[in-house]
């Protein structure tokens, strides 16, 4: 399993919680979508991430590559201030170390 962190630095006044919710929802129609989270930072509430966990990265590339995802995409990009940040990564079974 992976987990991908994608984060938003989403300008003043700005609302893309809608959006993340259709990301979702739309992500959920994809073979090996787990699930996901949004976490907005405490201090600075403009920096939201999205975790999401997907079984294969396979998977998150069929999704990353989806004609929906770059739709919602092109919504979401005037709405933040920079380039959105992905990263990947592996999941350590936590079971095997001890």
Do not use: C
């Not at 999205?50 to 005037?78: D, F, Q, Y």
């Amino acid at each position: 399993m992976i987990k991908v962190i994608t984060g938003y630095r989403v300008k003043e006044g700005a609302d893309i919680k809608p959006l993340l919710l259709r990301l979702r929802v739309d992500a959920m129609q994809y073979p090996g979508f787990v699930g996901a989270e949004n976490l907005t930072h405490q201090k600075y509430g403009a920096i939201i991430l999205v975790i999401s966990t997907w079984n294969r990265t396979e998977n998150w590339e069929a999704w990353e590559k989806s004609k929906l995802k770059a739709e919602i995409l092109e919504e979401i990009e005037p709405l933040v201030e920079d380039q959105t940040r992905v990263e990947i990564y592996d999941i350590i079974p936590t079971t095997k170390w001890v």
